[in-house]
């Protein structure tokens, strides 16, 4: 069967209006006119040549950019620069699961993570879709998507730390789950403070099924700030783990101590609803059935402090 090209589905916020002072404002978007047609789908579609990336931009705190224009942007298919035809800001409803740790190593930090879960849900519009997945030993499906986050807010007070950690196989079974979703935007939000220890997938497996679906991945890793001689060959290796799973899909994993997690949940949570949406016919398009890398530059106005951008590393092409 031929490989969907998969969406650069990326958190991106618009620098909404340049402040005359140099800095940088967030102000709410203004909704396009009744009379605009609405903009495509962000979905790459096997029979459209048309790839759509949407693209997160930030300040230097985390908090989304507005304002910012096509020019504001350069974009490349394989190194390639090509011509960006389409731009628009998207704010679709979203489908989001929430992979929630529960292993025996997370203790007290699950009061904490359920704050954090209560910060993110805050930013939800009443046509997003959420569902919940806990893990340790193994994972379960706790609460199918539903539109009630109270739901998985409640279920979330019952939750006991205990066992291993199954992360990889957390992430397989919340992406099956997202699949029931009707929804364009996809994410996942990770809570967990380490690696993995007893999942039956791997690295690489996991990794190749985040590259080929449309599902932005976000992490928040919580992590002692104990000598590193102290962990675990898993808790070592999970903010690597977590940052190569979050980037590969355009989101983003964000180390954090525990009294960090619920701010950086709500930015996540707005991060997630405003972005940016960049679309290009490739000069060269083919039917090869092969991964192709994106990468997005920006440009920004002057005055502007840095900013960062980021999106889907790169998707795979439809093939013959």
Not at 105 to 115: A, C, F, P
Not at 195 to 207: I, L, M
Not at 224 to 231: L, M
Not at 260 to 274: F, M, V
Request: aromatic share 8%.
């Amino acid at each position: 069967m031929a490989r969907r090209m998969a969406a650069a589905i990326l958190p991106v916020f618009s620098l909404a209006g340049l402040a005359l002072f140099g800095q940088v404002s967030i102000q709410n978007r203004q909704r396009a006119a009744a009379t605009e047609p609405p903009p495509p789908k962000a979905t790459l579609r096997i029979d459209s040549n048309l790839v759509l990336v949407p693209v997160s931009v930030s300040d230097p705190n985390n908090r989304p950019v507005t304002g910012l224009e096509p020019e504001h942007f350069r974009i490349f298919d394989d190194h390639v620069e090509q011509k960006v035809t389409h731009f628009s800001m998207d704010d679709e409803p979203v489908a989001v699961g929430l992979v929630f740790d529960i292993s025996g190593s997370m203790g007290e930090k699950l009061r904490v993570s359920r704050q954090a879960a209560a910060q993110f849900f805050a930013t939800a519009n009443p046509e997003d879709e959420f569902f919940l997945v806990e893990f340790n030993d193994q994972p379960k499906l706790v609460t199918p998507l539903t539109r009630d986050y109270e739901t998985i807010q409640n279920q979330l007070t019952f939750a006991q730390s205990k066992g291993r950690t199954a992360l990889l196989d957390a992430l397989v079974l919340a992406m099956h789950e997202m699949k029931r979703s009707g929804k364009n935007r996809k994410a996942l939000l990770i809570i967990s403070d380490g690696g993995d220890n007893c999942s039956r997938y791997t690295e690489a497996e996991v990794r190749n099924l985040v590259r080929e679906s449309d599902v932005l991945i976000y992490a928040i890793g919580i992590f002692e700030p104990y000598a590193s001689r102290g962990r675990t060959p898993e808790e070592s290796s999970g903010p690597g783990l977590l940052s190569d799973i979050a980037e590969q899909t355009g989101g983003r994993h964000y180390p954090a101590d525990a009294n960090e997690l619920p701010d950086i949940a709500a930015k996540i949570g707005l991060e997630l609803r405003n972005r940016y949406v960049l679309g290009y016919t490739p000069t060269k398009a083919m039917r090869d059935g092969r991964y192709h890398r994106v990468e997005v530059k920006l440009v920004p106005p002057r005055g502007l402090p840095k900013l960062s951008a980021h999106w889907r590393q790169g998707y795979y092409a439809p093939a013959e």
